[in-house]
């Protein structure tokens, strides 16, 4: 029963009334699925692996507020016939300032495709919206994307910290501090050490995403101009 229902919100949520198209669900045929976001209302839709590493990469932009998935279409004039298009993300910044993504393989950007992104980004331009195209060249490696990942589901696993708790321990670690040590500190203070991925994600932290996590990783505050 509560597979059935788990189902029908899933079928839900990819026929939203505000997409242009609709998407078909889960299927080994295709690449489409829902990413969770901390970034809108409902789950981000992608259609690919570009679009879904593009997700999590702007999950952990601080200067980016607000993540829509197809937000919307438009119509383009392309030598007098008119096309609709609709982009895969709207990205909207702490100035409210709001760009337009394509995500695209940079092996298909050729002549053709680069003349129809050009359309579509002077379309917008007179609507006031920055377009972009962005590839696999925009990305993290695949090991930061992993990392990337593997903080986010700590930081939600979290759920809604204790303020107290939280002051207290990043006034601990407001130095520079080896990710084993961190944790120590956490667990003699009976704080859950999923904390220290929830102020990664919230960039309250950072650590170096690029490589390997192990005891002796640094972490260091973000709130207090400290390098790692």
Request: proline content about 4%; aromatic content about 10%.
């Amino acid at each position: 029963m509560a597979k059935n229902k788990r189902h029908t919100i899933i079928d839900n949520a990819y026929r939203k009334d505000d997409m242009r198209r609709n998407l078909e669900r889960f299927s080994r045929f295709n690449l489409s699925g829902l990413f969770p976001t901390t970034k809108d209302s409902s789950p981000h839709f992608f259609e690919s692996f570009n679009e879904a590493h593009f997700a999590v990469m702007f999950e952990f932009d601080p200067t980016i507020v607000s993540v829509k998935s197809q937000p919307f279409s438009i119509q383009y004039d392309d030598e007098g016939k008119v096309n609709n298009y609709t982009p895969d993300f709207s990205l909207t910044n702490c100035n409210n300032h709001i760009k337009i993504i394509e995500a695209k393989v940079s092996d298909t950007l050729d002549e053709k495709m680069n003349r129809k992104h050009k359309l579509i980004k002077n379309a917008f331009k007179q609507h006031g919206f920055e377009f972009q195209v962005m590839t696999e060249k925009h990305l993290p490696s695949r090991l930061a994307l992993s990392n990337m990942m593997m903080i986010k589901r700590n930081a939600i696993a979290l759920g809604r910290p204790d303020e107290g708790a939280l002051n207290y321990l990043l006034n601990i670690l407001s130095v520079p501090i080896a990710l084993e040590k961190a944790l120590d500190i956490c667990k003699c203070l009976k704080i859950n050490t999923n904390i220290i991925s929830y102020c990664i994600f919230r960039d309250y932290l950072k650590i170096d995403v690029s490589s390997i996590f192990t005891n002796e990783t640094m972490i260091s505050s973000n709130l207090y101009g400290e390098e790692l």
